[in-house]
């Protein structure tokens, strides 16, 4: 027969197991449930901080208005500079010769890396309505003006 002790000392355990486990069962649901929450309201941040990003860089990235010497808001966009310049037939280096840029600067206003200041954008505009004939020629007055300042150098 087994001693009184042993079999008292297991009941005893067993039944404190048994209550432990109704005080701590709640307790480990409602860990689960905000761990759960917690999951969930982190994926809604990352959500919301993926559409700020977005929206700033649209801000950002927006074209700011600048004014022509007419007082009139002139926009700049980078694939109506590389059409305007293909219209006129020119080339990047032509192109910056009449706006009075260098051709990198051409170049990275049309792949939209830079963006110009509003002087250029406005030099830009002015261009808006020359046609090949003017802009040639134009090119031809720059090119003895920048002649005869390297003779007179």
């Known amino acids: 027969m087994p001693n009184i002790a042993v079999l008292l000392k297991e009941e005893i355990a067993r039944l404190s197991r048994k ?7 709640p307790v480990r649901k409602a860990s689960g449930q905000h761990r759960h929450d917690i999951a969930s309201l982190k994926r809604q941040v990352a959500k919301l901080e993926r559409q700020v990003a977005l929206l700033e860089k649209k801000v950002l990235d927006a074209p700011a208005p600048a004014q022509s010497g007419n007082g009139k808001q002139v926009r700049f966009v980078a694939k109506g500079l ?7 037939g020119l080339s990047a280096a032509q192109y910056a010769a009449l706006v009075g840029v260098s051709t990198q600067s051409i170049y990275n206003w049309e792949r939209n890396v830079t963006r110009p200041r509003s002087e250029q954008v406005a030099a830009i505009a002015a261009l808006r309505g020359m046609g090949k004939r003017e ?9 003895q003006q920048n002649g005869k300042a390297a003779a007179e150098a």
Do not use: D, K
């Open 82 to 88: 590389r059409s305007q310049r293909e219209r006129l």
């Open 135 to 143: 802009a040639l020629a134009r090119l031809e007055r720059l090119g």
């Open 19 to 25: 209550q432990v486990r109704g005080h701590v069962e």
